[in-house]
């Protein structure tokens, strides 16, 4: 079923969404400072375009920098990608079929409004994260 959701999302807005992250991230790119930020675009635009099967939980080692990072990253690129999901995810929940592909792009608001200090990890594989606690079957 992950499959089927991930090819339907692919065409309807998975492509698309993954090209404002390689545009934000190409942007991005183009100065020093900003290469970490660019780099977190192409890690949640390649999210964006294959999303069921993953999921995006909080490092609790991340610390301050990237609480700093979030912030800059918010008023550089990240309210344009929320707004490229709000409207992808009220487009989708027109129809019946497209009301799962809405509810995933709302999922993915707060990864693009916050996207350091998270992980992308598998749904269906135990996952250990840094603290050493483990986790299974998000």
Do not use: Q
Request: glycine residues 12%; charged residues 10%; aromatic residues 12%.
């Amino acid at each position: 079923m992950k499959t089927i959701l991930n090819v339907i999302w692919l065409v309807l807005s998975g492509f698309w969404l993954f090209l404002g992250y390689l545009a934000a991230g190409l942007l991005l790119c183009v100065t020093i400072i900003g290469i970490p930020f660019g780099i977190a675009a192409f890690r949640i635009g390649v999210y964006a375009l294959w999303p069921f099967g993953y999921t995006a939980i909080e490092r609790r080692d991340a610390g301050a920098p990237s609480c700093i990072g979030n912030v800059l990253w918010l008023v550089l690129a990240g309210w344009w990608l929320a707004i490229g999901h709000i409207v992808t995810g009220i487009a989708l929940c027109v129809t019946i079929i497209g009301i799962p592909l809405g509810i995933a792009n709302f999922k993915l608001i707060p990864v693009s409004l916050l996207p350091l200090g998270r992980e992308i990890v598998r749904t269906d594989k135990p996952f250990t994260a840094t603290d050493g606690t483990s986790r299974t079957g998000w």
